[in-house]
């Protein structure tokens, strides 16, 4: 079993020729349509953002829990939060286009509407950016306290930095319980500025959680083919699928208990969200929405027999990729642009930030063992087996 990962030359190449095909495209976008190339912006940036997130708060809860069938793999999440740094930097650029996608950075707009001018002394650009900074400094810092007590605990071993690892993760959930809903609300809901859920931060925070498992799973499958976690079985896979399966639900709860609602409810100000992507064009992708996120995990991962298989639960995990760009560009686009777009610009971008993603993934995978040996409950994740659940 291999203990270390090199980054091939091929991997960073086409990770470069990824971010150059982003740079190009977005170069492209903001000459030509400035406020249609933003919103993609955003909406890449929060993609991987989320799933750096969700990575951190899937590592967190493995540490909480003291599970032991994922402590082998812990490396994968490990590696994905530490593009959080990354992504504040990105988001920092938004200054540049913040008129093109919020309406309350516009004095005409805040003029206009007395909601608008309600909300202004939350929603203005010094404070929204401090704001930004504030949560990623704090992210920052929990996740390199993480980071740095994990590679301790290779080279000591003991107890001593699992029990401080387990400490830090419960401050960090906490902390993240509330920052990300914070920045949830700051950087998409605010662009529906009239528009507020209660319900709107879980079902993203659920959302980065779900499709960071899926990305992690991809990942192990990845490199277990190149030859690394010799001792990933079916046991493993089928722990992947129940978070996968489990998650798909909660987010199909918290998608349906945010429509119902308000549905029910029938209040102008809160029904002018969903009848805008109810009864338009954006009606095809806002079921596509319900129906990646939630009906194809739920009942393709719902026999035990799919979810031990490795190809379907990938062929869902992959799906799920698509469902999370999805399920943002129903968020953001119908507010920025009031009309659908796909082309050059959203695959471009897209290509782009995942080629950094992936780049930035694989040079901090590459920066430790990738099997924590000294871990406490690695003989757990070894010795894993599927006989437990008969």
Known sequence: ???RINLSKPFQAICGICIAIGIV??????ISDP??????????NFYFLSLAIGAAFFLAIQSISQSGWSSGFKRIPEAMMLYIPIAGILLLFLYFGVHHLYPWSRPEVVAASEIVQHRSGYL?????????????IVWIILTRIIRKASLKEDETGGLENFIKIELYSKIFIFVLAITFSAIAFDLIMSIDVKWFSTIFALKNFIAAFLHSSATIFIIVLLLNRRGYFGFFNVSHIHDFARYIFILSIVYGYFWFAQFMLIWY????EETIYFAKRWTSEWQPLWALDIIINWAIPFFVLLPVNTSRNKWVVLTVALILVAGQWIDLFVEIVPGTLGHSNFGIIEIGAFIGFAGLFGLVTGYHLSKAAIVPKNHPLIEESYQHHFESYI
Not at 25 to 30: E, K
Not at 35 to 44: E, F, G, K, P, V
Not at 124 to 136: D, M, Q, S, Y
């Open 25 to 30: 495209a977005l170069t492209y976008g903001f």
């Open 1 to 3: 079993m291999k203990e």
């Open 265 to 268: 409810g029938n209040i102008p």
């Open 35 to 44: 406020q249609r190339t933003w919103a993609n912006y955003l909406l890449n």
């Open 124 to 136: 203005n650009i010094p404070f929204f950016f401090a704001r930004i900074i504030l949560f990623f």
